[in-house]
């Protein structure tokens, strides 16, 4: 009986053990675009990163753009921020929030923040004068990150 319990434990770690190694590089063909069109094309959404990369388990300031297809800015859009670690099936730590508007159809999003190194999605529900629309962006956060 000892025996069947440890050789199914052994299974199982080394089940763990693959699904965790498969986790730590993200695709090589990730897009990491920082401007893309909304799902249904009724934005063009810009996200700027902060100036420094962010470091694990602190809070960052990161900024998006809303603008229309022909470029015009967008002003008084809601957006709503989600994301997570689609390898992992883990969302992020905190709650980030748009906290004002900006400048040329410019939002300040607060309360960012990433756990670990690794493949992160940054979510983008958009609610504005064209409508409901949503886009999604992929940013890798490496381990120099990690010792700021």
Not at 44 to 63: K, S
Not at 117 to 143: C, H, Q, S
């Amino acid at each position: 009986m000892n025996r069947f319990v440890s050789t199914a434990l052994s299974l199982s770690t080394v089940a763990a053990l693959a699904t965790i190694a498969g986790c730590m590089s993200p695709p090589q063909d990730l897009d990491l675009a920082l401007k893309r069109p909304s799902v249904d094309g009724k934005y063009v959404v810009t996200l700027q990163p902060p100036a420094r990369p962010a470091a694990i388990n602190q809070l960052h300031t990161w900024q998006v753009k809303v603008a229309s297809p022909a470029g015009a800015p967008v002003a008084q859009v809601r957006i709503k921020v989600d994301g997570g670690m689609p390898q992992h099936g883990h969302g992020l730590p905190t709650r980030p929030q748009v906290t004002r508007e900006l400048p040329d159809g410019g939002y300040l999003i607060e309360g960012m923040k990433f756990s670990m190194t690794g493949w992160w999605e940054i979510k983008l529900a958009i609610d504005g004068p064209a409508g409901a629309d949503r886009v999604t962006f992929n940013t890798v956060v490496a381990e120099s990150a990690a010792a700021r």
